[in-house]
């Protein structure tokens, strides 16, 4: 059952990261890059649920803490680019207070696998631990409203530049090894946030739509 979970999750992350693709391509705001942000979205969302069914079923929190956060970008970055009134709904705000409690016990997890068995993978769940933190108090602050005009786009592709990233790890960890491990894990991190800050800084200096 397992691998044919593993397997559909495979088929969906594969179009996620088409939909992506096409995404990145296109116009921002245009027809294309809002069929190929939904393709994602869409694709995401059934991808991440069965990750989080399999973390459950193989009882791996690293996983199942992962794929939360994952999931949390997707929907927030989905949440920026629709809700035009601006309004954050009470799922919103339940989103990002879960998120916050979840990136606590990331935290404290990744302390309990380097003080107990020496896992480096922990020093890879600190860090998303810290950037889940991050994002859900960053919405905390928002209260009862989204942001608006260029800073509304400047966070939506923060949070879909996000997700992306954690869709580039997921097919890097798959495939490569590294030693240590966390190396594959952090890596597009660290190349996606250089990406995403190029990205912004693009923003800021033009007149996008809003």
């Known amino acids: 059952m397992i691998k044919v979970l593993i397997g559909i999750h495979v ?25 190929g942000g939904k393709t994602y979205a869409l694709g995401m969302a059934v991808a991440l ?57 990331m935290i404290a997890y990744s302390a309990y696998l380097f003080f107990s068995i020496g ?33 509304r786009i400047v966070q939506h592709l923060g949070r879909m530049g996000g997700a992306s990233i954690a869709t580039v790890t997921a097919v890097l960890v798959v495939n490569v090894q590294t030693d240590p491990a966390f190396i594959a894990w952090l890596m597009p991190t660290v190349v996606g946030s250089m990406a995403i800050s190029y990205w912004t800084k693009r923003i800021q200096k033009q007149n996008y739509p809003t």
Not at 11 to 35: E, P
Not at 127 to 133: E, K, N, S, T
Request: proline share 1%; net charge positive; charged share 15%.
């Open 11 to 35: 088929l969906f992350g594969a179009i996620a990261v088409l939909g992506m693709l096409i995404a990145l391509a296109t116009r921002k705001g245009g027809r294309w890059h809002k069929c």
């Open 49 to 105: 649920s069965l990750s989080t069914l399999v973390a459950v079923l193989t009882s791996n929190l690293f996983l199942l803490s992962i794929g939360i956060f994952s999931a949390y970008l997707v929907y927030t970055g989905w949440r920026l680019a629709v809700a035009k009134d601006g309004a954050r709904s009470v799922i919103d705000k339940v989103a990002s207070n879960t998120l916050m409690a979840v990136g606590l016990l």
């Open 119 to 151: 896992d480096s993978l922990a020093i890879a769940l600190a860090v998303f631990g810290v950037l889940a933190i991050a994002a859900a108090y960053t919405d905390y602050k928002s209260g009862d409203q989204w942001p608006s005009g260029k800073e």
